[in-house]
């Protein structure tokens, strides 16, 4: 995963997606939060809150931002989702797409 390959309407999309999980919104801060994001909701706000300047090496900023993009894309309901992100599932998809293939 290379991030820095990411076009800036890119790493937007990206930060909108973690900044959406990170206010608890669409995939609550519960005792599932870990299991299905693959880190804590404490390492998750870090990493959101550290985006675009993260360290990709790190397999929990890797782990976040991958299984963020996959769970707004299979997990969250589309009604919740266009609620609170302002992007189509379309766009999320293409980038997850992108990111896979670095």
């Known amino acids: 995963m290379l991030l820095f390959e990411l076009l800036p309407e890119e ?8 900044e ?4 608890g919104h669409v995939i609550p ?4 939060f870990q299991t299905l994001l693959g880190v804590s909701p404490e390492e998750f706000i870090s990493v959101a809150k550290a985006w675009p300047r993260v360290e990709e090496s790190n397999e929990n900023v890797r782990v976040a931002i991958s299984n963020t993009l996959n769970s707004l894309l299979h997990l969250v309901p589309d009604e919740l989702l266009n609620k ?3 992007y189509e ?4 998809a293409a980038v997850l797409t992108k990111l896979e293939k670095l």
């Open 11 to 18: 790493s937007d999309l990206v930060l909108a997606c973690l």
């Open 89 to 92: 599932k379309s766009q999320i």
């Open 84 to 86: 609170h992100v302002a």
């Open 29 to 32: 801060h519960d005792w599932e």
């Open 20 to 23: 959406v999980v990170a206010t």
